[in-house]
C-alpha cells in the first residue's frame, strides 16, 4: 500500500462498505446481487488503491465513481446479454420482489423499498446521489452532466412522486 494513505483499506472498507452496499442495492433492488456487486467494487477498489490520489478526490467520491462505473459495466452486460436470451427467459430473471421485500425486517426499510421499486432507474439515481451519497446539487449536476436548476427540479419531482406513491400504496411515510 502506498504510504501516503492516511487509512488502510480495511479502515476504508469498514467506513465505506454500509453506503456503497446501500447505494448499488438501491439502484437493484436486490439483495444478492447487490452483495456480488459490492464484493467487486471493492475487490476493485483495494486492487487500485495504490493509485488512488487524495489530493485529486475524496475516499467516498472515488469509490461511489468505481461503484458507478461497476453498475455502468454491469447493466452493459446484462443488456448484451438480454440481446441472446428469450422474452420468457427475460421474465423469469426479473426478481418478483415479494421474497426481497420478506427478507426486509425493518418497517422504515420495507416503506422506502417499496416506493423505490415504484420509481424509474434514473429518478432512484438522483435521489440516492443526494441522499445516500450526501452530494450537494453543484455536484450532482456535474455528474449528470445539466445544471443546478434541472437538478432542483428533478429530486423535486422524485420526491414528489415518492410522496403520491406512498399515499397510493397507504403507507405511513417515515419523517
Excluded at 492516511?6 to 472498507?13: C, D, P, V
Excluded at 467506513?15 to 467494487?41: F, G, T, W
Excluded at 446479454?81 to 418497517?107: C, K, M, N, Q, W
Excluded at 452532466?145 to 419531482?157: D, P
Amino acid at each position: 500500500m502506498n504510504q501516503a494513505h492516511a487509512k488502510s483499506f480495511g479502515e476504508i472498507f469498514t467506513e465505506y462498505y454500509k453506503p456503497i452496499y446501500n447505494y448499488v442495492y438501491m439502484q437493484i433492488l436486490h439483495r444478492e446481487e447487490a452483495e456480488d456487486l459490492v464484493s467487486d467494487i471493492f475487490m476493485k477498489a483495494m486492487n487500485a488503491y495504490d493509485s488512488f490520489n487524495p489530493s485529486l478526490a475524496s475516499e467516498k467520491t472515488w469509490l461511489f465513481r468505481i461503484a458507478k462505473n461497476h453498475l455502468i459495466d454491469h447493466y452493459r452486460r446484462k443488456a448484451s446479454h438480454l440481446a441472446f436470451v428469450t422474452e420468457d427467459e427475460v421474465l423469469e430473471a426479473i426478481p418478483s420482489g415479494r421474497d426481497e421485500y420478506a427478507a426486509i425486517e425493518d418497517e422504515t426499510n420495507k416503506t422506502v423499498y417499496l416506493v423505490l421499486s415504484h420509481l424509474k432507474a434514473d429518478e432512484r439515481r438522483i435521489l440516492l446521489m443526494r441522499y445516500i451519497w450526501e452530494l450537494k446539487n453543484p455536484e450532482i449536476a456535474v455528474e449528470l452532466g445539466i445544471n443546478e436548476k434541472a437538478v432542483s427540479e428533478r429530486i423535486r419531482r422524485a420526491l414528489a412522486k415518492c410522496k403520491k406513491i406512498a399515499e397510493d400504496l397507504h403507507l405511513e411515510v417515515p419523517l
